[in-house]
């Protein structure tokens, strides 16, 4: 979507027309015409921004995760930073007058509260007072210089000399948002017991509060008035309620998105805006009576891409087939699906005009299209139905305009209790009639064929099969590794190529895998990328040397060396990638959740390029770097005395991380890795670099002089 895609968390404007939005992934956005346009600005850190406060046209605060604290001084145009103690997550940012003002925030696991204090305007920020236990907070608000109060979780805490001391009250009260008119009469919303949520009001100054509106089918989080009486409070599903009595009575008013609305803004009684998730910006002009929405473009999810060249692509998702002739800056819709539920299309084109597509919803027939004009028109070629059997479609694969193939999982309607099996559907004659070949696995993910006879296979439970008489027969690989599941393969030829994998050994991790041949499957290499936290989706090389692997909160990897080292891309977002695709080295596309295309011209960011020793070493090392001083490059260099994971981390003096070298498992030895700022907009001054694997742990100094 446009202007961008990530979740926007916060929205201030000064006047009428200049505003700012804040989000996740470092995304900051600026209007200077009522919202009509919204730009992105450059913003030095990719840490979700959660807040803004607004001091004047050129000064603006921004702050986010891991204890940033971001100042302009011209608007936005340009960024410093600091980072506030202890790095946690600061919620929200509130001034009393022109030199004082309080930050409120929390731990990652929200066991402990945090407030931080200027008496400068904000150029410095310190520890004002502090909660180490399971209390947290993440909402602040100050009637006077003197008086003021935060909360979170369980117990609200109140200071009446200007945060000198913060008493605990005793009363309970929980929610995200609230909002007071005078010293006694305040608001608050948030989640209530169970799966409601809730707006509470006080008219003894938080002693006690009275429920004045729930609701039970989503949730609200933030507050807004405009004057004594007249506000506002955005949730989840696009919901906005409004009062004109200070919350005695809400009424519910219609917005044009069905996304979750962070935050609202008035910058008069009538103009108002709100964002929220998927890069949400709407407006009104008439008090919230309408709403105008400033977000456009496809926001569902995005799961297929295939690129004929640098300017042509087609993209597939639950809500049909687009298609750019342009390289991305315009694209058409090709396909739609009949409704939201369906599943995405498959594609594959096999030229500028010829391409198939495959349709699958649900226990409906699979129905097989054709097309012999770039998309324009779409004729159905077949309703693919097999006796007694649902089948889910995973990929699609025409190796000429004969003989294609579709893999997926099959399972039995009148005995439904039977187990699921992996299954291949064969055509000879242009999608005709199809001979099934069945498997003793759960799954059969992905196929590709190298030329007319010789084809891989890739399934459940270590399975990657072959084929050389163009899938008549086909023939277990093995792969000498157990308790993985094969899902994507990229071939070059006959006798290289890459498939990828996952091992989930618990509900909380996954381990990925990538299996690499030279020699046609006779034997396999694995490569670990050890994070824990993404499923990776996809995989493509381009040639012996060059490839890349997508997955879930927006992580990318390449490799420049065939997959020996995998270095993390920095994607700025955190969405869920599906599918990577690249037609040189340097052009690609990124696609995944909630509409989200990213586009390279550059390629393969060289974080880290290594060499590597197999001789023996006794114990692990880190050696000083050099050169040092250095400018742009330098080398890294380290001893591994065991198999397993090691992560080399580059850290700026404020302790933030600035590069992720080497985050894998790797074999015994010695590595060196050339670390080049090239790519990086980073200042001179004092780095460290940060070596761990296992209980070993060493960290050293360097020198960028520019």
């Known amino acids: 979507p446009l202007p961008q895609g990530n979740d926007l968390n916060a929205v201030k404007f000064i006047d009428v027309n200049t505003g700012w939005a804040v989000g996740d992934k470092g995304t900051i956005l600026k209007t200077t015409n009522s919202g009509i346009n919204w730009r992105i600005l450059n913003c030095p850190v990719t840490e979700d921004l959660n807040d803004i406060f607004i001091k004047s046209s050129q000064y603006i605060i921004v702050i986010g995760d891991y204890g940033v604290i971001l100042h302009s001084s011209n608007g936005g145009s340009s960024w410093s930073f600091e980072l506030a103690t202890d790095y946690p997550v600061l919620e929200k940012i509130i001034f009393t007058n022109e030199t004082e003002g309080y930050i409120c925030g929390r731990k990652n696991d929200y066991r402990g509260g945090y407030i931080f204090k200027t008496t400068n305007s904000g150029i410095n920020w310190f520890l004002n007072f502090v909660k180490p236990d399971d209390e947290y907070f993440n909402k602040i608000f100050f009637w006077d210089s003197n008086t003021g109060v935060t909360g979170g979780s369980w117990y609200t805490y109140k200071t009446t000399n200007a945060g000198v001391n913060w008493v605990r009250q005793n009363y309970t009260i929980t929610g995200t948002d609230m909002y007071y008119k005078d010293s006694l009469t305040g608001l608050i919303v948030g989640p209530g017991y169970g799966s409601y949520s809730y707006i509470g009001k006080t008219t003894n100054g938080g002693i006690n509060f009275h429920q004045v509106f729930h609701i039970s089918d989503t949730l609200f989080n933030s507050l807004f008035f405009t004057d004594n009486e007249t506000g506002y409070s955005t949730g989840r599903y696009g919901k906005l309620l409004k009062t004109s009595d200070f919350g005695d009575n809400w009424f519910l008013m219609n917005t044009v998105t069905n996304e979750t ?31 105008i929405n400033g977000l456009s473009g496809i926001t569902h999810n995005l799961y297929h891409s295939q690129f004929l060249d640098q300017y042509t692509g087609f993209i597939s998702g639950t809500f049909g087939i687009i298609k750019t002739t342009d390289g991305g800056s315009n694209w058409s819709n090709i396909w739609d699906s009949t409704s939201y539920s369906d599943f995405f299309p498959l594609i594959q084109f096999d030229d500028y005009n010829s391409g198939w597509l495959l349709h699958f919803a649900g226990y409906n027939p699979l129905r097989l299209y054709k097309t012999s004009n770039s998309g324009e028109n779409w004729d159905i070629i077949n309703n693919i139905i097999i006796y007694n059997t649902n089948i889910s ?82 023939n277990y690989l093995n792969t000498d590794i157990s308790n993985y599941d094969y899902f ?104 995944g959740s909630k509409g989200t295309i990213l586009k390279t011209i550059s390629g393969v960011i060289p974080v880290g390029i290594a060499n590597y020793s197999s001789a023996p070493i006794k114990s692990f090392s880190l050696s000083q770097n050099y050169p040092n001083p250095f400018n742009p490059s330098t080398n890294l260099e380290f001893g591994i005395s065991e198999l397993g994971f090691v992560s080399l981390k580059v850290y700026n003096s404020l302790g933030m991380e600035v590069a992720d070298i080497v985050n894998e498992v790797l074999s015994p030895g010695s590595y060196n890795y050339q670390f080049s700022t090239l790519n990086f907009q980073l200042p001179s001054g004092v780095y460290f670099y940060r070596l761990e694997s296992g209980d070993f742990t060493e960290t050293k100094r360097m020198v960028l002089l520019k």
């Open 488 to 591: 994507k393969i990229s071939f070059l030829n006959t006798e290289t190529g890459w498939v990828l994998g996952r091992n989930r050994p618990n509900p909380f991790d996954t381990i990925n895998v990538i299996s690499k041949t030279t020699n046609g499957g006779m034997s396999w290499i694995h490569f670990h990328i050890a994070d824990y936290l993404s499923n990776l989706q996809d995989i493509k090389f381009l040639d012996n040397n060059i490839g890349w692997v997508c997955g879930s909160k927006g992580f990318a990897y390449a490799t420049t060396n065939g997959g020996i080292n995998w270095v993390r891309q920095e994607t700025s977002t955190n969405r869920n990638l599906y599918s990577v695709n690249f037609i040189n080295p340097n052009t690609g596309w990124l696609i």
């Open 393 to 474: 479609p995973h990929s699609i694969l025409f190796i000429d305009n004969n003989t294609g193939f579709i893999t997926g999982t099959a399972q039995e309607l009148i005995w439904p209790n039977l187990p699921i099996y992996g299954l291949v559907l064969k055509t000879t004659n242009s999608g005709l009639s199809w001979i099934t070949y069945g498997f003793n696995n759960d799954n059969m993910s992905d196929i590709e064929f190298v030329n007319s006879s010789t084809g891989y296979l890739a399934g459940d439970q270590n399975r990657i099969l072959k084929t050389t008489n163009s899938g008549e027969n086909w």
């Open 261 to 291: 609305l962070n935050s609202i803004f008035f910058s008069d009684n009538n103009t108002g805006f709100a964002v929220g998730s998927t890069g949400t910006l709407i407006k009104t002009t008439d008090g919230g009576n309408d709403w």
